[in-house]
């Protein structure tokens, strides 16, 4: 049964990081080490040595090669006396055949850690590139929850992206090239051993980019807020993501050199992390992953489009928890009926993905009526959609398509 604040104007938010559990709950919080600040780059260095590494898969992108991060960063493994080989052929939403490349590159280099320098593609290609290193396979093979039973080399990471919350997650997504879908891989084993957030690595990203991610953090925070399985814990966090992402993101898109801004989506893109990684998230993942992997387009952008109806739906059946949510906004709403606080919420969230660029429509995205079908099938089998608040049947997944489109 959930339990959740009444309305704010009754009882004020930062009850929400109240009392831990109630009688008979057990509350688990999991996260990885983190190291957060301007230039503590050079830290994954140190961590990658002090995890017993000596030759290191520096994994990473063409992006990344290109803003002159990997250089730097080879720089530092070497620095602290480390061999590191680099490998940056995956491309963004990475595909299950160039995780197996990236494992035939770490046997042959006989490498032992991995320093994962990137956005939420490369950091999931370096979890996968572990998976296969413990267990030999192939990455489909961990489709689930818990299929990842044995022990995995150590994991560094290093987010150059406001941002997915891979570097603090237990989440593993792979496209499916041959179902044209995204898998999740979950579980405890994939929590990376450390993340070290250098916001200066942010500062680099395309304004396209900043938006896509900043909305990728803010549908983390929501979705944890209301998933089924959030605590108190968790709350804390997707508050204060949700309320720091709408307050900064237009503000860091438009001073894209500005650190201190940067920092402020860094933070709240690790609240988000944190917040889902321990409460997974909702049928706005669920839906995102199979757009995702049929079109390959980015993640965040997708989201930004599905959250304003997902929440529309959700709050159908209990508003709630989004009166906490329009409360922390500060919008008028959160003093009214909780129906019309909870609309409030996702107008809002719909203005500001608007603001920053992302189209209002699926179809603007390339997604037909044709496909609506099989994306809402693949949709119900999504693991992030049991922790959806409420319960979401085919007829229900093919209308909040329908309505996004
Ligand atoms: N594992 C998880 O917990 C989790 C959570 C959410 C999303 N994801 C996944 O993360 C992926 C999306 O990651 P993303 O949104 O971070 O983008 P991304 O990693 O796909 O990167 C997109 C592009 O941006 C470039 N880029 C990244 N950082 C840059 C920088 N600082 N400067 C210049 N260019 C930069 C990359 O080179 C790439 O070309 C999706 O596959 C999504 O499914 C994973
Ligand atoms: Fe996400």
Redesign the pocket.
């Known amino acids: 049964m959930r339990s959740r604040l009444a309305p704010a104007h009754a009882q004020s938010v930062t009850r929400v990081a109240g009392p831990f559990a109630e009688e008979g709950r057990v509350v688990k919080f999991h996260a990885p080490e983190i190291v957060f600040g301007v230039d503590s780059t050079v830290e994954a260095a140190h961590a990658a040595r002090r995890l017993g590494g000596s030759r290191p898969l520096l994994v990473t ?4 090669v ?2 002159g ?1 990997v250089r730097e960063v080879q720089a530092h493994l070497r620095g602290c006396g480390l061999e590191p080989t680099v490998w940056s052929g995956l ?4 595909k299950d055949h160039e995780i197996t490349d990236g494992h035939r590159v770490y046997e042959q280099a006989g490498c032992d850690v991995l320093v994962a320098l ?7 290609a370096a ?1 996968g590139i572990a998976i296969l290193a413990g267990h030999g396979g192939h990455i489909l093979d961990f489709e689930g929850v818990d299929r990842v039973t044995g022990p995995i080399p150590p994991l560094v990471m290093l ?3 406001a ?4 570097d603090v ?5 792979v ?1 499916d090239t041959t179902r044209g879908t ?1 898998i999740t891989i979950l579980g405890r084993a994939l929590v990376p051993d450390i993340t070290v957030i250098d916001p200066r ?6 304004e396209w ?1 900043s938006a ?2 900043g909305l ?1 953090a803010l549908t ?1 925070g929501v979705e944890a807020f209301v998933s089924r399985a959030h605590n108190p814990l968790t709350d804390h966090h997707a508050l204060r993501a949700v309320n720091t992402v709408v307050g900064t993101l237009d503000a860091s898109i438009s001073d894209p050199w500005g650190v201190r801004t940067r920092s402020v989506m860094a933070q709240a893109s690790l609240d988000a ?1 944190l917040a ?2 321990n409460a997974i998230l909702g049928a706005a ?1 669920a839906l995102s ?1 199979q757009v ?1 992997g049929l079109l390959d387009l ?3 952008v997708i989201n930004g489009v599905l959250l304003p109806h997902v929440i529309r739906f959700n709050a159908a059946t209990d508003p709630t928890p989004f009166v906490t949510i329009a409360d922390g906004l500060g919008l008028d709403e959160a003093q009214g009926p909780p129906d019309e606080a909870a609309l409030a919420v996702a107008d809002a969230v719909e203005e500001l993905a608007r603001s920053v660029g992302v189209p209002r429509r699926l179809g603007q995205l390339g997604v037909q009526e044709s496909d609506i079908p099989r994306l809402a099938t693949s949709a119900l089998r999504d693991a992030c959609m049991a922790t959806n608040p409420r319960p979401v049947g085919l007829a229900d997944a093919e209308a909040l398509f329908r309505a996004a489109l």
């Open positions: 992108d063409p992006g990344l290109e803003a991060w491309t963004a939403n990475p990137g956005g939420g593609s490369v950091m999931d979890k987010p150059t992206t941002g997915t919350g891979a997650s237990q989440f593993c997504i496209t995204k690595l942010l500062t680099t990203m395309p980019l896509a991610t990728d983390h992390g889902f990684t993942h992953h995702g980015p993640h965040g």
